[in-house]
């Protein structure tokens, strides 16, 4: 199976703070990378498909990039709505993983 | 507007089992593959199992493989999961979720409780 390994799993940061978290996959996975933010007792959102690709209705201060087999997803000026948990998950093939999460919390 | 609704969840006896429905609206179901991901209380998220739009493949994780079945009937545009053998480490709050890649919509999720 394909690992996902995501960092930092917890990030303290400001308001209109540029926040970068990053996932390493095990093999090439392409750009099948997605990636997902959840805030508490909801359900997961896409905010990120094919690594770049920013899903409809997303705020722009949220993009994706890959070099290799290592993902980001930039936050570019932290939001007070952006607080929860963020997963990235990989579909390039099954099982698909997700990455462990990072809880992001405001400063 | 996309929707999915997660029902049959519940609290539940080791070794027993269960099945959840997840009825969608919004789009057209037939064409879209579907998964059934979980999330145990407080943790992060597993991807449990996989359907192709028209059932022809289906991949499980390891850890429910032969115990769970996933299905779709494309008629009632609703995906099930049919949960045997329960365990406690099942217990977790159950989500639906559109699109064999990136799944892009999920449903609000139905919450399984296995304990004696």
């Known amino acids: 199976d394909i690992q996902m390994t995501q960092s930092p799993a917890s990030l303290s940061a400001s308001l209109e703070e540029i926040v970068t978290i990053t996932c390493q996959a095990s093999?090439?996975?392409?750009?099948?990378l997605s990636w997902y933010q959840q805030k508490p007792g909801k359900s997961p959102q896409l905010l990120i498909y094919?690594?770049?690709s920013l899903a409809d209705g997303v705020p722009s201060r949220f993009s994706g990039s890959r070099s290799g087999t290592q993902y980001s997803l930039k936050i570019s000026r932290l939001q007070v709505e952006d607080i929860g948990i963020y997963y990235c998950?990989?579909?390039?093939?099954?099982?698909?993983?997700f990455g462990a999460g990072t809880k992001l919390e405001l400063k | 507007e996309v929707q999915l609704v997660e029902s049959g969840g519940g609290l539940v006896k080791p070794g027993s089992s269960l099945k959840l429905s997840c009825v969608a609206s919004?789009?057209?179901?037939?064409?879209?593959?579907m998964h059934w991901i979980r999330q145990a209380p407080k943790k992060g998220l597993e991807w449990i199992a996989l359907?192709?739009?028209?059932?022809?493949?289906?991949y499980y994780a390891d850890s429910v493989k032969g115990r769970f079945t996933i299905s779709r009937d494309n008629s009632k545009n609703t995906l099930y999961l049919e949960m045997n053998s329960l365990r406690s480490e099942d217990t977790a709050m159950y989500y639906c979720?559109?699109?064999?890649?990136?799944?892009?919509?999920w449903g609000q999720g139905v919450m399984v409780t296995v304990s004696s």
């Open positions: 979720a559109k699109g064999a890649g990136s799944p892009d919509y």
């Open positions: 919004g789009f057209t179901f037939s064409s879209y593959g």
């Open positions: 359907i192709y739009y028209d059932s022809s493949n289906k």
């Open positions: 093999q090439d996975i392409g750009n099948w």
């Open positions: 094919g690594a770049t």
């Open positions: 998950l990989q579909a390039y093939s099954a099982p698909p993983t």
